[in-house]
C-alpha cells in the first residue's frame, strides 16, 4: 500500500509555470511506476507522464517539451514541472503509482495505476 498526497496546484496566466509534488508515504525507490493524470469538469482522466524505475520517463504529445516528470527518492516525492502553461492544461491533477509495471497493458491507461492521490487543481488564464 502507499498513500499519494500531492500539492503545489494554484492559479497562473498563460505562459507561466507551476511545480506539483506528490508525496509518497513509501520509499520511492521501491514505488517504480508512477505518473500524473488530469481531468477537466466532463471529460475522462487523461494520462499526463510517467517515470518508471527512476529513470524512464514518458509524456503525452500534448505536454512533450513543456512538462518534466522526476522524483527525490531522499524525499520519497515526485514531481511535475510544468512551463508554457496554456489554458488547456486547466484541470485537476492526480499522482498515480502501480504495482506492476503500466507498460504491460498502457502506460496512458487510468486502469493500469491502483494508486492515486486525491489531486491538485490547476487553473490557466488567458
Known amino acids: 500500500q502507499v498513500q499519494l498526497v500531492e500539492s503545489g496546484g494554484g492559479s497562473v496566466q498563460a505562459g507561466g509555470s507551476l511545480r506539483l509534488s506528490c508525496l509518497a508515504s513509501r520509499d520511492t525507490s521501491s514505488t517504480r511506476y508512477m505518473g500524473w493524470f488530469r481531468q477537466a469538469p466532463g471529460t475522462e482522466r487523461e494520462w499526463v507522464a510517467a517515470?518508471?524505475?527512476?529513470?524512464?520517463?514518458y509524456y503525452a504529445d500534448s505536454v512533450k517539451g513543456r512538462f518534466t516528470i522526476s522524483q527525490d527518492n531522499a524525499k520519497n516525492t515526485l514531481f511535475l514541472q510544468m512551463n508554457s502553461l496554456k489554458p488547456d492544461d486547466t484541470a485537476m491533477y492526480y499522482c498515480a503509482a502501480a504495482d506492476y509495471d503500466p507498460r504491460r497493458l498502457g502506460i496512458s491507461r487510468a486502469s493500469s495505476y491502483n494508486y492515486w492521490g486525491q489531486g491538485t487543481q490547476v487553473t490557466v488564464s488567458s
Open positions: 517515470l518508471y524505475n527512476g529513470g524512464a520517463a
